[in-house]
């Protein structure tokens, strides 16, 4: 993973006039006010689809006790578990190996509402307008991103092939 931030970390990402105006309503959270840029953090998958200060707060203790106090929740999700669960079948079976799973996880929206909103105003928002503003930049940053992963994979195939990467 580290390999991977390194590897991409300055990677220009895609910023519009709807997520600038979008992001502009997050005062007081500096990340949520940046451009788009890459991270690393931890996601929390569940089965429950959740939004709103309250329920992140929820998140945000789930990935704590998880982590034993060193995940910080960046993002949510639940397909990624599926991907994980066939890996580690897959792994058992000697047909691949689940240490090499690196999710790159892009955001199009946010999971919690902008202050003074509430939950459900903020879920529904983007639906009402044109669309979801960041959906197509986030489709552009996962392939920036990932087209420099897999381009450094191949790069180094020679050697990691028998190991993983490493900054």
Do not use: C
């Amino acid at each position: 993973m580290e390999w991977a931030y390194q590897l991409t970390k300055d990677t220009e990402l895609q910023d519009t006039a709807a997520i600038q105006k979008r992001r502009a309503l997050y005062a007081g959270y500096p990340n949520a006010q940046r451009p788009p840029f890459v991270l690393k953090g931890d996601q929390l998958a569940a089965m429950t689809y959740w939004h709103g200060e309250i329920l992140n707060e929820w998140a945000n203790e789930w990935v704590k006790y998880f982590t034993d106090g060193e995940g910080e929740f960046v993002t949510s999700a639940m397909e990624d578990t599926g991907t994980y669960g066939s890996l580690l079948w897959l792994d058992r079976a000697g047909k691949a190996e689940v240490k090499r799973m690196l999710v790159l996880r892009t955001a199009s929206s946010f999971s919690m509402q902008w202050p003074g909103d509430d939950a459900a105003e903020s879920l529904s928002g983007e639906k009402l307008g044109p669309g979801y503003s960041a959906y197509i930049p986030s489709l552009d940053a996962a392939h920036r991103v990932g087209n420099r992963v897999l381009h450094g994979l191949l790069e180094g195939w020679d050697i990691y092939q028998h190991e993983l990467p490493t900054p």
